[in-house]
C-alpha cells in the first residue's frame, strides 16, 4: 500500500501568519494533486503538480513538488479566515486510483 | 447546476437496518467512486467503477454493495448497519481513472 504523510495534521494559527504543510511519502508519484474540504462540503481540488521539481502559486498559496515526485508542500503566505479547511493531498499511483493523505485541518483565528 | 450530487446528506438510523446512498454526476465523467472519511477526517477508496465496471474494491466488508446502472450513476447500498459504519460517505467522478475528482458534499451517516 502506498502511503501518503501529511504533517502536521493540525494547525491553528492567527490571520496574517505564514504557514507550510508537507505531504511525504517513499512511493514515486506520476503526479500529485492538492484539495481544500470546507466544514459540511466535499474536497475542492486546488493545483496538480506533475513535473519533479515543479512550482505552483494560486493566489497566497504555493504548491510544490519534490525532484524526485515523493513529496510536496503547501505554504501559504499572510493567511487568512476564509483558508480554514482541510487540506487533503492525494498521489496518482499505478492501479487506477488517487490515493490521499490524512489530511491537515487548518484553522485560522481572526 | 450541480456536478456531482448524492442523497441523502443526512442519514440517522438504527443497528441492523439497510440504507442506501445515490450518487448521480452530469460531467459526463466515465469513473466513479465512493469514499469513506472518518472521525479523524483521512477519506479512503471503497470502490471505483469505470464506465458501470468495477475497477477497484478495497477491503470493505461485503454488506457494502456498489451499483452502477450506468455511468452517470454509483449508488451504495449498506446491509446490516454497524456502529462503526458511522462515517461521511462521499462520491466522486473523473474524466479518467487518475484525474481531477469531483466530489459531492457526502452524506453523513450515523449509526444508532
Redesign the interface.
Given at each position: 500500500t502506498q502511503l501518503l504523510e501529511q504533517s502536521p495534521q493540525f494547525l491553528s494559527i492567527q490571520e496574517g501568519e505564514n504557514l507550510t504543510v508537507y505531504c511525504n511519502s517513499s512511493s514515486v508519484f506520476s503526479s500529485l494533486q492538492w484539495y481544500r474540504q470546507e466544514p459540511g462540503e466535499g474536497p475542492v481540488l486546488l493545483v496538480t503538480v506533475v513535473t519533479g521539481g515543479e512550482v505552483k502559486k494560486l493566489k497566497r498559496l504555493t504548491f510544490q513538488f519534490g525532484d524526485a515526485r515523493k513529496d510536496s508542500s503547501l505554504h501559504i503566505t499572510a493567511d487568512k479566515k476564509d483558508n480554514t479547511g482541510i487540506y487533503l493531498c492525494a498521489g496518482d499511483t499505478s492501479g487506477s486510483r488517487l490515493t490521499f493523505g490524512e489530511g491537515t485541518q487548518l484553522t485560522v483565528n481572526p | 447546476d450541480t456536478a456531482?450530487s448524492q442523497t441523502p446528506k443526512y442519514l440517522v438510523t438504527q443497528m441492523g437496518n439497510d440504507k442506501s446512498i445515490k450518487c448521480e454526476q452530469n460531467l459526463g465523467h466515465d469513473?466513479m467512486y465512493w469514499?469513506k472519511q472518518d472521525s479523524?477526517?483521512?477519506?479512503?477508496?471503497m470502490f471505483?467503477y469505470?464506465n458501470k465496471e468495477l475497477?477497484?474494491n478495497e477491503t470493505v466488508p461485503n454488506r457494502f454493495s456498489p451499483k452502477s446502472p450506468d455511468k452517470a450513476h454509483l449508488n451504495l447500498h449498506i446491509n446490516s448497519l454497524e456502529l462503526g459504519d458511522s462515517a461521511v460517505y462521499?462520491c466522486?467522478s473523473s474524466q479518467v481513472?487518475?484525474g481531477?475528482?469531483?466530489?459531492?458534499?457526502?452524506t453523513r451517516l450515523t449509526v444508532v
Amino acid at each position: 500500500t502506498q502511503l501518503l504523510e501529511q504533517s502536521p495534521q493540525f494547525l491553528s494559527i492567527q490571520e496574517g501568519e505564514n504557514l507550510t504543510v508537507y505531504c511525504n511519502s517513499s512511493s514515486v508519484f506520476s503526479s500529485l494533486q492538492w484539495y481544500r474540504q470546507e466544514p459540511g462540503e466535499g474536497p475542492v481540488l486546488l493545483v496538480t503538480v506533475v513535473t519533479g521539481g515543479e512550482v505552483k502559486k494560486l493566489k497566497r498559496l504555493t504548491f510544490q513538488f519534490g525532484d524526485a515526485r515523493k513529496d510536496s508542500s503547501l505554504h501559504i503566505t499572510a493567511d487568512k479566515k476564509d483558508n480554514t479547511g482541510i487540506y487533503l493531498c492525494a498521489g496518482d499511483t499505478s492501479g487506477s486510483r488517487l490515493t490521499f493523505g490524512e489530511g491537515t485541518q487548518l484553522t485560522v483565528n481572526p | 447546476d450541480t456536478a456531482v450530487s448524492q442523497t441523502p446528506k443526512y442519514l440517522v438510523t438504527q443497528m441492523g437496518n439497510d440504507k442506501s446512498i445515490k450518487c448521480e454526476q452530469n460531467l459526463g465523467h466515465d469513473t466513479m467512486y465512493w469514499y469513506k472519511q472518518d472521525s479523524k477526517k483521512f477519506l479512503k477508496i471503497m470502490f471505483s467503477y469505470n464506465n458501470k465496471e468495477l475497477i477497484i474494491n478495497e477491503t470493505v466488508p461485503n454488506r457494502f454493495s456498489p451499483k452502477s446502472p450506468d455511468k452517470a450513476h454509483l449508488n451504495l447500498h449498506i446491509n446490516s448497519l454497524e456502529l462503526g459504519d458511522s462515517a461521511v460517505y462521499f462520491c466522486a467522478s473523473s474524466q479518467v481513472s487518475r484525474g481531477e475528482a469531483f466530489f459531492g458534499q457526502g452524506t453523513r451517516l450515523t449509526v444508532v
